[in-house]
């Protein structure tokens, strides 16, 4: 099983990026999908996750309003749509999965993807 992150980038203060994350060698398509960050000298922290038929999401309260979280179990795919960045969302945003039902601990979290890069300037 693999997860692959894509779309980091450097992007200025109130820009916009997509994350993307594919998964390949099963389907993931009943499981929890979620986001995580990870900035330099702190620990990984919860963004957002999603239930397993998309009809549930959830939010840090850093992110809330500007992030949202999808998935097309069709094509396998977790997305992060990322508006109104700031310099604090600078980090490292990996993606992970986990049987249902939804948790906001990275250590409940099973499958995991190597991460993208994320730098918002300012």
């Known amino acids: 099983v693999q997860l692959q992150a894509s779309g980091g980038g450097l992007v200025q203060a109130g820009g916009s990026l997509r994350l993307s994350c594919a998964t390949s060698?099963?389907?993931?398509?009943?499981?929890?999908r979620g986001w995580f960050r990870q900035a330099p000298g702190k620990e990984r922290e919860f963004v957002a996750a999603?239930?397993?038929?998309?009809?549930?999401?959830y939010y840090a309260d850093s992110v809330k309003g500007r992030f949202t979280i999808s998935r097309d179990n069709a094509k396998n795919t977790v997305y992060l749509q990322m508006n109104s960045v700031k310099p604090e969302d600078t980090a490292v945003y990996y993606c992970?999965?986990?049987?249902?039902?939804?948790?906001?601990?990275?250590?409940?979290?099973?499958?995991w993807g190597q991460g993208t890069q994320v730098t918002v300037s300012s």
């Open positions: 992970a999965g986990r049987r249902p039902p939804v948790n906001f601990d990275k250590d409940e979290y099973n499958y």
């Open positions: 999603i239930s397993w038929s998309g009809g549930s999401t």
């Open positions: 060698g099963r389907t993931f398509s009943s499981y929890v």
